[in-house]
């Protein structure tokens, strides 16, 4: 299903439908030719080559987290401070793309996330999930809030589109940040006819910031909570990451050579991955395989079922043991395609080389910096709102190094 690269399988529209305010036609809730024309202008963008040039901008972003986190066990206790990060890691994310989107104008951005936030938790009230007739429908007080949101959001990203449009053809390259460049790509695409490049730009703004921000802001909460539990594993990591950088401030050849880090996130993301389920709708009747599949058919994989199926992980699948990954995902399970926290084949994530880079800064820093453990506040409850997330946060007790 997810390495089938027909345009007649795509992204089912009643759950499409219902994230419309959210995502609008962008790239996460399109289908067929549109789908192809948008993932052509903005694949490019998230080439390593391009996220490696964003890793200033990262670490840079990360600096306020630490100071606060240092201020926090000072005001406490001098000691130790127990402090609940997820919502720091939501600040961390939203400023990486904030900049990386919005360049200088990056308050604008934030501003114009912390509105998507509140559409999204508005959105996730309505259960959509199997798409039961009638059921999970909003009061209509709870569908004006959504829809004032929604414009409130498309005025303000108007907005910076028409100011960004004018220093488009001005900016030197150098200068350019990943809006000027999608804007670029979308003016420059003889398909598109003015307002169309407009409101691809108003919809993938949307989708960038809910899967660039939200997805790895819950990733990296997760990933702070396995190793809350795992001091020998903050150990390992704190040593690969003096002995890497020694001592400095990671860069993107150091994030490269950082091999338990990255162990450690393949196996959070595993255990814990951000999207709930890959589900596909046969737009047109299609052959998967021996199988013929009708078109209007729905089609589901749970992604948490398939990350601890004790056939394709072994019988230690629900355990935390990162170095099942130390030869590669090939050699960590019996079926490679079995491991799709970023899905897998032609839809596989657009974004998945920069959460990865933020993913490696957001570990380097905070481990290298602190020791920490799971704070008794801390209850588990994995809780589905569009992506899985800590339904109660993550609590963590963290001190200084």
Excluded at 3 to 22: E, F, N, V
């Amino acid at each position: 299903m997810n390495q089938c690269i027909s345009l007649d399988l795509g992204k089912p529209s009643y759950i499409t439908k219902r994230l419309a305010p959210m995502l609008g036609n962008g790239i996460l809730r399109s289908n067929g030719h549109l789908w192809a024309q948008q993932r052509k202008i903005i694949a490019p963008e998230f080439f390593m080559d391009k996220v490696k040039v964003m890793v200033g901008l990262m670490v840079e972003s990360m600096q306020p987290l630490v100071r606060k986190w240092e201020d926090s066990i000072e005001a406490q206790s001098g000691v130790m401070a127990d402090i609940r990060v997820d919502e720091d890691l939501r600040g961390f994310t939203a400023d990486v793309i904030a900049r990386a989107c919005f360049g200088s104008s990056y308050s604008k951005g934030r501003e114009i996330f912390s509105k998507l936030r509140k559409l999204q938790t508005a959105i996730s009230k309505q259960s959509f999930l199997f798409g039961v007739p009638g059921y999970g429908l909003l009061p209509m007080k709870k569908q004006n809030e959504i829809l004032s949101l929604e414009r409130e959001i498309e005025s303000l990203i108007w907005e910076t589109v028409k100011e960004r449009e004018s220093k488009c053809k001005e900016a030197c390259s150098s200068e350019k940040d990943l809006l000027h460049l999608i804007l670029e790509g979308a003016l420059n695409d003889q398909s598109l006819g003015e307002d169309s490049s407009k409101r691809f730009i108003v919809d993938n703004c949307k989708n960038i910031y809910f899967a660039g921000h939200e997805s790895t802001a819950v990733a990296a909460s997760w990933c702070l909570m396995l190793l809350a539990l795992q001091p020998e594993w903050q150990s390992r990591v704190r040593a690969e990451v003096a002995q890497v950088c020694g001592g400095s401030l990671p860069d993107a050849d150091s994030l490269s050579r950082l091999k338990t880090v990255t162990m450690v996130i393949q196996e959070a993301l595993r255990l814990y991955p951000p999207a709930a389920f890959v589900s596909r709708e046969a737009l047109e009747e299609i052959q998967l395989g021996n199988v013929t599949i009708p078109k209007g058919t729905c089609l589901w994989t749970l992604i948490p079922t398939l990350h601890r199926d004790a056939e394709i992980w072994g019988s230690d699948a629900n355990e935390f043991k990162p170095e099942r990954f130390s030869d590669g995902v090939s050699k960590a399970c019996k079926y490679p395609q079995a491991y799709i926290p970023f899905g897998v084949g032609s839809r596989l994530c657009l974004g998945r080389n920069m959460a990865m880079v933020q993913l490696k800064i957001v570990l380097a820093l905070i481990i290298s910096k602190f020791t920490f453990s799971l704070s008794p506040k801390y209850r588990h409850s994995p809780a589905y709102r569009m992506i899985v997330e800590p339904g109660n946060g993550v609590h963590i007790l963290i001190q200084n190094i």
